[in-house]
């Protein structure tokens, strides 16, 4: 036998004995039934379950791996199930197990041998008492060179979640349990349309995080619709607009001491609108800022029903405010928007400042252009004391009342220029009401008020005809009527809104005014009284007898806010008096029954318009 010959015998027998010794090795370290026993006796003293139904299978070559199948585990009302799971191990941290003491080896001696991990078909869920269960199904689960010394490995993990939403990500992981640090790194994932991107570190020891994430194509709509499904207590939002929560882009940085400060500052496109959204907290004093900015919000597209009426919108959307308001250090939050579309509305340069503190809000200033005009607006709602108390101020001003209508009505004659000051209030008893409202008064103005519907000169005008019968003094107005800068007083309840001390001129009339405002149905009514003391109604207007003149002539104007209806202004006949009652009726028959009738007199007017 030559000399080579002999060399590869001894390594061919050397490797054999190696690989023979490997295999003795891993048996001795690895029995299979010890292995079940040993698990299950471990997880309960952790206070799980864990089953091993099918067969446990050993490798030794070209890395020692115990593959496990049809494995069960439980922890109260969590269960789980795994196929097929796979753990490879690393020869020197296997061999390192081996020869310390299994009483002095600790959970990170264990881990430490572990090189690999392979779920395959795994599942989770969740039942509880409440019926309100969740389930992740369809885990896959590979990861290799698995260490613990802060260096990266890579993990690709795939599961489905409520039997509907697939899920795909591979990230890169590094894991310190020394010092109690995770890090996540290159992560890659969808979510049903949406794309995630970004990384993460968790420090537990401080306990502290920072990240970075990137989500872009984001259908929220779909996703819960796909939840809601499996858990038909989660509601597919509901939206004017068809494309509201179908296209959502996020980029969000933070930076999060647990029990000190932190930062976080997001980039959102919701839709096609952008904003921007930072918070931030302090180290020593822990109040709390939080500031959101945006271009553009139509904030109708996101509200279900009629976005005109406000009295619609969910007050759910204001639950996040509930437990800033109960935090006892004080919280900032800051709105500006360029343009806010509500209620069919325009607003712009919107600016918002609030503060929480301890269960008190404080509308530090809410300031905004709309309709022409200016709003300025502040309050304070104080929910920790025995009566909790509400009140608001607004100041109100350069409102162009044509357009404001027009949200609402098709059909508006009425123009001019609005202004108000107003203090609304809760009651005493707030607490204990059955239905809760709020109260308050307030002073407004009208300013270059046109309002054809109302011409008080041209009823005036056919009064004066009935008395006259002379057809050429009557003079046609036209459909337009002028109003001086109009005055009054309102007061609020909970569903009305009485006005008086109403007052302004027309022509050479002077009028005055109170009424009511039916919130729930937008009913109004009002008493109008005129007076004249000139012998012509205007300037250019028609002559009227000394019976019209120097007297109060009340009328009676009624209509619907919400519907597309004329008002309706009429003479009210039971407030007139006797006099001039029976006065007017005396002219009115000798005129229709004598010979004195006047060609052209519209008898059927002026008839509607004392007796209707």
Partial sequence: ?????????????????????????????????????????????????????????????????????????????????????????????????????NNTASDLDYLRFISGISIQNGSLSRETESNYSWQIDKIQLISTDISFKETDFPVQLNFRFGQAIETDAQLMVSVDPMFQIFRVSDLSASIGTAQLKGSLSINSQKPSSNGRFELSGLDLKQIVSQLHLQFPMIKVPVTSSTSALTNININVAFDLDMFGSFNVASELSLDGNDFSLKASKGQVNENLKISVSGNRWPADDYFGGDASDLGKIDPIIFAPLIPLINRPEQTQIEIDFQTLVLANTEVKNLYTNIFTNGGVLQLASLNADLLGGQLDASGKFDFITEKPEFIFKTSVSGINILRMLEKSLSNTSLSGILGFEMILKSPSDLRNSAKPSLFGDGRFTLK????????????????????????????????????????????????????????TTAGNFKITADGIVKLASKDFRFNVTSLLTETLTSEDGCPVVSQLRNRDIPLICEGNIGQNTSLTCNPDMKAIGGGLKSSIIKKFGRKTMGSELEKGINLLEVMEQLFD
Avoid at 3 to 31: E, H, K, M, N, P
Wanted: charged share 20%; with cysteine.
């Fill in 1 to 101: 036998m030559t000399i080579f010959s002999r060399l590869l015998l001894t390594a061919i027998l050397t490797i054999l004995s190696i690989v023979a010794g490997l295999y003795i090795f891993v048996y001795l370290i690895f029995d299979p039934e010890n292995l079940r026993l040993e698990l299950y006796e471990a997880a309960s003293r952790k206070g799980y379950e864990i089953k091993i139904d099918g067969p446990l299978q050993t490798q030794v070559l070209p890395s020692p791996a115990i593959t496990a199948n049809d494995v069960k585990w439980g922890s109260l009302s969590t269960t789980g199930h795994l196929e097929e799971l796979t753990l490879s191990a690393n020869w020197i941290g296997l061999i390192g197990l081996w020869k310390n003491d």
């Fill in 448 to 503: 270059e008020l046109n309002y054809p519907d109302l011409n008080v000169e041209n009823i005036f005008c056919d009064l004066n005809q009935i008395f006259t019968g002379n057809q050429s003094e009557r003079k046609d107005i036209g459909i337009g009527a002028q109003f001086s800068d109009l005055e009054g007083h309102f007061s609020v309840y909970s569903d009305e809104i009485v006005l008086s001390q109403i007052s």
